[in-house]
């Protein structure tokens, strides 16, 4: 069984074509600038010449035609038929308060996506014109919705509720939500296989540190609280976005430097993070290399990364009355053994050693706890395009 993967933004389209039998990526690509001049289609067939296509894509409709002919070329394809698909999994953003899991797309749902505009304006709208390119493309082929918030539904109040006036909640929604939700539930529920915890008995802790990032608490399997909100701007320090901060800061600037709302919070999600601290870079290997070059301000930036991710561990046992298991995945998650050392350390009080040799091994499941850790630490690689893949196929 085969099943195509689609991750639809404003301007780009990205897509994986995977092998079930295996879970082997026979395909993968991406379409940028979609509706802007100079489209490019980059298609990577595995174990064949990259495709690189300069072609109009006035909407995605187009764009999502050339994926599939690249995907069926004579050349660079590895289906030869469209109906070897068999069902299209789409990463949609918001599901809003709607759905706790992923679901076949039917209109229903195609409204709930809609009406989750306004809590996703940037990538709900692309989402939705991503599952009606493919319906129109492939005709009787199931899509299916997978949420970035689904997997967070399982919060309660007292995680979701912000604390100002409960009509807001009631009128528009307004509450915490929590995204990256495909790779904490692909990373808690590997946590719990991997280390081979009580599914019944669990309390994990997933560190999703990525160029966004997030974390949750995990109980037996369903999460329970997660650092981001209403938005993607809540919670940890990000590559540029602020994370937590006092609102009062947004009237601050605004007055200070002349602003309107909309351009302070364009700040706090563009021009923020560890980029607006250190004034280098959004991307952890610059902000180290400036560290060791000296630079002060790279310094306080990682610093402060690193005592906010300890920060939230320290409330999520709290919030769990205790932990069995630490995870770190994504881009730093993985990859960068400095920034765990630096969280573990502030986490002797729970009683966590890390075995530094472990603690260096790159690009696969691995526990780095040391032999006397009262906690368990892993590292377990995320990939939303195989959760998506795997989500897809179970509900078909
Ligand atoms: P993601 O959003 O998951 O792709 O993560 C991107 C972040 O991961 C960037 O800040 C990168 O600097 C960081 N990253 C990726 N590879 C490495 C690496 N080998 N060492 C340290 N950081 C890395």
Known sequence: MKILVINCGSSS?????????????????????????????????????VLEKEEAMPDHQVAVKLVLAALQDKVYGVISDVNEIAAVGHRVLHAGKYYSDSIVVNEDVKKVVRDCFDLGPLHNPANLIGIEACEAAMPGIPNVAVFDTAF????????????????YYEKYDIRRYGFHG?????????????????????KVIVCHLGNGGSISAVV??????????????????????????DPAVVQYIANKEGKDVNEVINILNKK???????????????????????????????????????????????????????TFTAGVGENDAVIRNAI?????????????????????????????????????????????????????
């Open 272 to 326: 923020s993070g560890i980029f607006g601290i250190s004034g280098v870079s959004s991307d952890f290997r610059d902000v180290q290399k400036a560290q060791r070059e000296g630079n002060k301000r790279a310094d306080i930036a990682v610093e402060a990364f690193v005592y906010r991710v300890a920060k939230y561990i320290g409330a999520y046992v709290a919030a769990m009355n205790g932990v069995d298991a630490i």
């Open 182 to 202: 495909t790779s904490h539930r692909f990373v808690s529920k590997r946590t719990i296989e991997f280390g081979k915890l009580n599914p019944d008995n669990s």
């Open 220 to 245: 037996n399997g369903k999460c329970v609280d997660t650092s981001m909100g209403l938005t993607p701007l809540e919670g940890l320090i990000m590559g540029t976005r602020s994370g937590d901060l």
């Open 13 to 49: 389209l990205k897509y994986q074509l995977i092998d079930m039998e295996n879970e082997e990526v026979l395909a993968k690509g991406l379409c940028e600038r979609i509706g802007i001049a100079g489209s490019k289609l980059t298609h990577k067939p595995a174990g064949k010449d």
């Open 344 to 396: 573990c350390s502030y986490l002797g009080y729970l009683g966590v050693t890390v075995d530094a040799k472990k603690n260096e091994l790159r690009g696969e499941e691995v526990e780095i706890s040391g032999a006397d850790s009262k906690v368990k630490v892993y590292v377990i690689p995320t990939n939303e395009e195989l959760a998506i893949a795997r989500e897809t196929k179970a509900l078909i």
């Open 152 to 167: 967070h539904q399982t919060m309660p109040e007292k995680a979701y509720m912000y604390a100002i006036p409960y009509e």
